[in-house]
């Protein structure tokens, strides 16, 4: 039997990534941040001197994608593109419109999926993205969908990047929000939508510790703690 998934699907800034972190720590099983494959899917293509826009060339990048993810000392999860070190990079609002960008094209999609299926090892695996509940782990046995107003995930986003003294503008970030929201939701191949079984959390009133309270009832009433 493989082993278990719990998904996390939503749009940028609803919290996937705090929530997953903080889930996959408290239950010691493996994280997915399939949004990072993306990313550095993009940003391989800048470095490469590929244009997001073409197909084929973007199509081979991420079929080749020489990605390694390792955790440095302070926590945070380092990421290299053939051994370069992108994990500041990959995190900008330009490396967030590379990834939707390229993300929107069917065959880079078809390029990442086995590669993100690898990651369900035992004992389980918290898996963070857009398409984790509808496509990559359909059977997972519990999927989450994460939400909150394009406002205040803007606001969380100003605050996030502000605390790491990076200048940005809140409009624009609200602006880029709303874009990225828009095109993850409309493409036609593994829209951003919450899988039929999935259970919808908005947490635009609603703290990351109510959020992870909430989604940690669920875990145990799956019984899978
Ligand atoms: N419920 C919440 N209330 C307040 N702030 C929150 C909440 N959830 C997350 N945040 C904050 O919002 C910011 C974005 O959260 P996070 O990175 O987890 O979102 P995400 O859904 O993974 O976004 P992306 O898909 O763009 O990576 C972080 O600074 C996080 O601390
Ligand atoms: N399963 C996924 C994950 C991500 N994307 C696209 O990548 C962009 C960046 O993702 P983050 O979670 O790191 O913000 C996102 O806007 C999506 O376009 C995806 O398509 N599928």
Redesign the pocket.
């Known amino acids: 039997m493989s082993a278990p998934v719990i998904t996390v699907d939503?749009?940028?800034?609803?919290?996937?990534?705090?929530?997953s972190h903080k889930l996959a720590d408290r239950l010691d099983w493996g994280f997915l941040d399939s949004?990072a494959l993306y990313r550095v899917t993009g940003q391989a293509c800048l470095i490469e001197g590929v244009s997001w826009d073409d197909v084929d060339a973007v199509t081979e990048i991420a079929r080749h994608l020489d990605v390694s993810f390792a955790s440095a000392a302070n926590g945070e999860v380092l990421v290299a593109y053939k051994g370069q070190d992108v994990s500041r990079a990959i995190r900008t609002e330009e490396g967030?419109r590379g990834a939707s960008t390229v993300a929107a094209i069917p065959s880079v999609r078809e390029a990442l999926l086995a590669r993100q299926r690898d990651f369900r090892q035992p004992p389980g695996l918290v898996a963070?993205g857009r398409d984790m509940g509808t496509v990559v782990f359909p059977d997972a046995p519990l999927k989450f969908f994460?939400t909150?107003s394009a406002e205040e995930r803007a606001r969380?986003?100003y605050?996030?990047l502000i605390s790491k003294g990076e200048s940005v503008s809140l409009p624009r970030l609200l602006e880029d929000i709303k874009e990225r929201d828009a095109r993850d939701s409309s493409r036609s191949v593994s829209p951003l939508v919450p899988a039929g079984d999935a259970i919808v959390i908005d947490?635009t009133a609603?703290?990351?510790d109510q959020?992870f309270d909430q989604v940690m009832q669920k875990v145990r009433e799956k019984g899978l703690i």
């Open positions: 939503g749009p940028s800034g609803a919290g996937k990534g705090t929530i949004g967030g963070d994460l909150a969380r986003r605050k996030q947490s609603t703290s990351i959020v």
